[in-house]
């Protein structure tokens, strides 16, 4: 059993809880211990996981990743209005290879994910995304993935993988589950050009880091049609998380980043959240540990609602255009936005995929003025087949 990996949360962590108050993370959350062993999966939300492997870093880290001080950090915030419950899993260590560490993380998700519960996972490297996706194989046939990252990573073809490189295995491995890949927060000067074009031709969606910042909200469509989510820290810019040389100057600022998650734990459909890439400083431990608690939040404000004609908690909008009739539909209780995909809606039953598209009201603007939204535009053509 997978489980049976999973180091305890080590003792000074425990010693830690000890001394906060009642109303603390750290003393609601149930964790595995050496004295008391794993706690029960039973009716929890979340199950926060350590994974330890670097080895396919690429750059080279020269210590462990501090999952102890990113616990303390974590344990010590106040509990919000939450019905939700929390375990912490403790870490998985490295195997005697990658791919054993690859393996353990893809079994212990998959199970999880059979549980219904969303696993947290704080890894040293991005490339941990890789086995979280396999993880939903016999789960769900199709995966949306979305990054918040700087970079694309899909690397060079002959390049092994990677924390710079995993998108390449995803895409290429099969079997191919990708349904759609998001970027968020990318950076131009980062990425070859043939990695854009890449994007463009595979019909991606990437949005720009200027693009996000200056309407933080522009990132919830796409998250709300997300079931994994990466996040590599390194979106995050230098001075917010007191990164080493390997962060850049720019990127998300921390309530940015806070934003973004709390986007990601209001989406129905988000099954994994990762954190990869993290410093070992303390202040990259309070932003992460925060980074946790917007998720948190967010998942406690999630709505279940999909959109339909008989529903009196939607308006739907038709807007015929010169080659398209759109169907909007706005959600009276949460204003939020979605519009039909007709190759979506012809492949309904094939892919138990919805038929609706999350967009934005400006979307729905743009379609009044007669230009089809890009989103819309991009899973046309993709085909949804």
């Not at 501090?66 to 303390?72: C, E, K």
């Not at 995993?166 to 191919?176: A, G, V």
């Not at 000067?189 to 522009?218: K, P, V």
Request: hydrophobic content about 40%; aromatic content about 12%; some cysteine.
């Amino acid at each position: 059993m997978a489980f049976d990996f999973l180091l305890p949360v080590d003792e000074r962590a425990l010693a830690h809880c000890e001394l906060l108050p009642p109303q603390s993370l750290g003393r609601n959350i149930f964790k595995h211990t050496e004295k008391k062993g794993l706690p029960v999966l039973a009716n929890a939300s979340f199950a926060l996981i350590g994974v330890l492997e670097s080895r396919n870093a690429f750059e080279k880290k020269t210590e462990r990743l501090d999952t102890t001080n990113i616990r303390i950090q974590l344990y010590k915030l106040m509990m919000g209005n939450w019905n939700s419950i929390f375990v912490d899993l403790g870490d998985i260590e490295e195997g005697e290879a990658v791919e054993d560490t690859y393996f353990v993380v893809k079994e212990i998700v998959a199970e999880l994910l059979e549980e219904k519960v969303i696993p947290i996972i704080i890894g040293a490297t991005q490339d941990i995304t890789y086995p979280s996706y396999r993880a939903f194989d016999k789960i769900k046939d199709m995966v949306n993935l979305v990054s918040i990252d700087s970079r694309f990573d899909f690397g060079a073809d002959e390049e092994l993988i990677s924390s710079h490189s995993y998108m390449s295995k995803i895409i290429t491995d099969k079997p191919n589950n990708l349904f759609n890949f998001s970027n968020i927060g990318y950076q131009s000067y980062f990425n070859a050009q043939e990695e854009i074009d890449l994007m463009e031709r595979l019909f991606f969606d990437a949005y720009r880091l200027g693009e996000i910042t200056s309407d933080i909200s522009l990132a919830e469509p796409v998250l709300r049609n997300a079931h994994l989510i990466s996040l590599d820290a390194r979106a995050i810019k230098a001075g917010e998380i007191g990164g080493s040389k390997n962060f850049s100057p720019n990127g998300f600022n921390g309530r940015e980043i806070c934003a973004i998650a709390r986007y990601a734990g209001m989406s129905d459909n988000v099954a994994v959240f990762g954190i990869y890439e993290i410093e070992n400083s303390n202040q990259s431990f309070q932003l992460l540990a925060q980074i946790i608690w917007y998720f948190i939040e967010g998942y406690n404000f999630r709505i279940k609602e999909s959109p339909s004609t008989k529903s009196k908690d939607f308006t739907k909008f038709n807007v015929p255009t010169e080659t398209e009739q759109l169907v909007f539909f706005k959600s009276l209780l949460t204003e939020r936005w979605w519009v039909e995909v007709p190759s979506i809606l012809s492949s309904h039953n094939k892919l138990n995929s919805p038929a609706l598209l999350p967009c934005t009201e400006q979307d729905y603007l743009d379609a009044c003025n007669q230009n089809i939204p890009e989103r819309w535009f991009k899973a046309y053509k993709k085909g949804f087949s």
